[in-house]
T-cell receptor
Framework: EAGVTQFPSHSVIEKGQTVTLRCDPI?????LYWYRRVMGKEIKFLLH????????ESGMPNNRFLAERTGGTYSTLKVQPAELEDSGVYFC?????????????FGPGTRLLVL | AQSVTQLGSHVSVSEGALVLLRCNYS??????LFWYVQYPNQGLQLLLK??????LVKGINDFEAEFKKSETSFHLTKPSAHMSDAAEYFC?????????????FGTGTQLKVEL
């Protein structure tokens, strides 16, 4: 069974540009999460989808970030326009049922560098 | 607000020595607790989790952790370190303070294993 996949693995862009990150969850997982780790800091929650609906987006830093989940399958996270402080590693995770004790399976992350 | 503290951002042990990585959390209710590991250039992988069953939890690769409510701790141990254990380890909690399904992570501990 394929795990969570993320694309691209790395992205280097200039301040003011737009970047779109993609996440494909494990097949059959209704719950999809985005997290971010800024260099030297902890991994922080961004938002949670249940199928195509946003269940919790309390961690989204500002309106430059837009997350979508088309048809409840893959998800995209767009940053527009990118700022220097957006640099970091963006992780996607998925789980089947969404219970608190359930394991979230993480992808390898996208390393974003904004110059 | 919920929080996780990992004492020691870097820990160095000799091969064959005991590994002890510390994690403390703040919560007024029993949480669900997780340890994840990130090997170089890979995603986060679940090592083990505590979900209010046995307080001593065994995970993969001979790692284990003990939930101690009185100390609000969930330290990770391994009897004998191996070179392949060199990685970054993250403690995480879930379901604290009405936080829903999102994980709250510590800042991570980089484990170095020396010959």
């Amino acid at each position: 069974e394929a795990g969570v996949t993320q694309f691209p693995s790395h992205s280097v862009i200039e301040k003011g540009q737009t970047v779109t990150l993609r996440c494909d969850p494990i097949s059959g997982h209704d719950n999809l999460y985005w997290y971010r780790r800024v260099m030297g800091k902890e991994i922080k929650f961004l938002l949670h989808f249940v199928k195509e609906s946003k269940q919790d987006e309390s961690g989204m830093p500002n309106n430059r970030f837009l997350a979508e989940r088309t048809g409840g399958t893959y998800s995209t996270l767009k940053v527009q326009p990118a700022e220097l402080e957006d640099s970091g590693v963006y992780f996607c995770a998925s789980s089947q049922e969404g219970f608190s004790q359930e394991t979230q399976y993480f992808g390898p992350g996208t390393r974003l560098l904004v110059l | 607000a919920q929080s996780v503290t990992q004492l020691g951002s870097h820990v160095s042990v000799s091969e064959g020595a005991l590994v002890l990585l510390r994690c403390n959390y703040s919560s007024s209710v029993p949480p669900y607790l997780f340890w994840y590991v990130q090997y170089p250039n890979q995603g986060l992988q679940l090592l083990l989790k505590y979900t209010s069953a046995a307080t001593l939890v065994k995970g993969i690769n001979d790692f284990e952790a003990e939930f101690k409510k009185s100390e609000t701790s969930f330290h990770l141990t391994k009897p004998s370190a191996h070179m392949s254990d060199a990685a970054e380890y993250f403690c995480a909690v879930r379901g604290l303070g009405g936080g829903g399904n999102k994980l709250t992570f510590g800042t991570g501990t980089q484990l170095k294993v020396e010959l």
